[in-house]
């Protein structure tokens, strides 16, 4: 099974700050047709998961482009580029191409 | 608009069979993928299985052997169906469609006698 690997476990950050998170994959995301199915989700404190990212840099619709995504292969990341307070929640990853799996989360706080 | 959310039965004895039920609207269930996925103090967010939208299924190799996901399409349901249940099996079931691009409310589970 696809082990997804998210760091820092916990972010801590000012407002306006640029913060990055780091998904990394135990076996290439790289589907066999060309398709790297792997997204970035964010769940608010009591809310369900909301979808930012998609095929790992792809911005879904209403979501600020403040945060981007990229990577290939194994290695992705998200960034945030100048934090707001809205943003504060704790960050996924998640894998579709072998199967599903999620990353453990990174939990992002202000400093 | 998009809308899904689940019900589901809030307490389950142990060794039961847990039924939940996702209703959608906003679009048709033969166009998506619709996942299932839980979150338990354990584990954290689990996949467990998706239904394709032409109604094959997948599961999770953990679950494979006690869940079972299927559809009223007609209804715009999709339904999970998980037998055997444990005490660690509480936590919050949720649906999400495709690529997670919108998710239920999700329903609460206490599995407990």
């Known amino acids: 099974d696809v082990v997804l690997t998210q760091t820092p476990p916990t972010l801590s950050a000012t407002i306006g700050q640029s913060v990055s998170i780091s998904c990394r994959s135990s076996q290439s995301l790289l589907h066999s047709n060309g398709n790297t199915y792997l997204h970035w989700l964010l769940q608010r404190p009591g809310q369900s998961p909301q979808l930012l990212i998609y095929?790992?840099?792809r911005l879904e619709s209403g979501v600020p482009n403040r945060f981007s995504g990229s990577g290939s292969g194994t290695d992705f990341t998200l960034k945030i580029s100048g934090v707001e307070a809205e943003d504060l929640g704790v960050y996924y990853c998640?894998?579709?191409?072998?199967?599903?799996?999620f990353g453990a989360g990174t939990k992002l706080e202000l400093k | 608009q998009v809308q899904l959310k689940e019900t589901g039965p809030g307490l389950v004895q142990p060794t039961q069979t847990l039924s939940i039920t996702c209703t959608v609207s906003?679009?048709?269930?033969?166009?998506?993928?619709m996942q299932w996925v839980r979150q338990t103090p354990g584990k954290g967010l689990e996949w467990m299985g998706f239904?394709?939208?032409?109604?094959?299924?997948e599961y999770n190799s953990e679950f494979k052997s006690r869940l079972s996901i299927s559809r009223d399409t007609s209804k715009n349901q999709v339904f999970l169906k998980m037998n055997s249940l444990k005490t660690e099996d509480t936590g919050v079931y949720y649906c999400?469609?495709?690529?997670?691009?919108?998710w239920g409310p999700g329903t609460m589970v206490t599995v407990s006698s």
């Open positions: 999400a469609r495709g690529y997670f691009d919108f």
């Open positions: 095929l790992v840099s």
């Open positions: 239904i394709r939208s032409g109604g094959s299924t």
């Open positions: 906003g679009f048709s269930l033969t166009s998506y993928y």
């Open positions: 998640v894998q579709g191409t072998h199967a599903h799996t």
